[in-house]
Structures are given as C-alpha cells and as structure tokens.
C-alpha cells in the first residue's frame, strides 16, 4: 500500500517552489509539485504561476514540513 499525499501550500511562481521545496528535500521530505505547466521553459521558469502550484508531501511528513515552511497552509 502506497502513503497519500497531502496538500502543503499553493505557490504562485517558480520561484516559489523552489523555495518551498529546498528546506523539504534538506530534510528528506519528498515534494511533489502539481499544475507547474509553464511550457518550453520547464523547471527553469522562476516567474508567476496564475493558477498556482500545488505543492504535496507524504501524509506522514506533513506536520514536520508544515515546521520547516512557516507560511505553509494550516
């Protein structure tokens, strides 16, 4: 049986994601980011983002995540 993910935060820029996502993979967290479609420029797009990301991580990791990105959705 495979963990759920869940819900961390929506991002609005590349930026963004990066800056959520390093502090997570520093610590082991696994993050899984949905709807970050921005085309020829692939993961190198640092601008925004006008329906957002969805930025997930294991079930099991939420709370610790929730720690290491304070403006994170509660």
Same mark, same amino acid.
């Given at each position: *049986? @495979?963990?759920?993910?869940? =819900?961390?935060?929506?991002?609005? @820029? /590349?930026? %963004?994601?990066?800056?959520?996502?390093?502090?997570?993979? =520093?610590? /082991?967290?696994?993050? =899984?980011?949905?709807? $970050?479609?921005? /085309? !020829? $420029?692939?993961?190198?797009?640092? /601008?925004? !983002? @006008?329906?957002?990301?969805? *930025? &997930?991580?294991? %079930?099991s990791a &939420?709370?610790?995540?929730?720690? &290491?990105?304070?403006?994170?959705?509660?």
């Amino acid at each position: *049986m @495979s963990e759920q993910w869940a =819900l961390l935060t929506t991002v609005y @820029s /590349g930026l %963004e994601v990066d800056t959520v996502r390093a502090p997570l993979e =520093l610590e /082991g967290i696994p993050a =899984l980011v949905r709807g $970050f479609g921005v /085309g !020829i $420029f692939g993961n190198a797009y640092q /601008g925004p !983002i @006008s329906d957002g990301a969805e *930025m &997930l991580v294991p %079930e099991s990791a &939420l709370e610790r995540a929730r720690e &290491l990105v304070p403006s994170a959705d509660t």
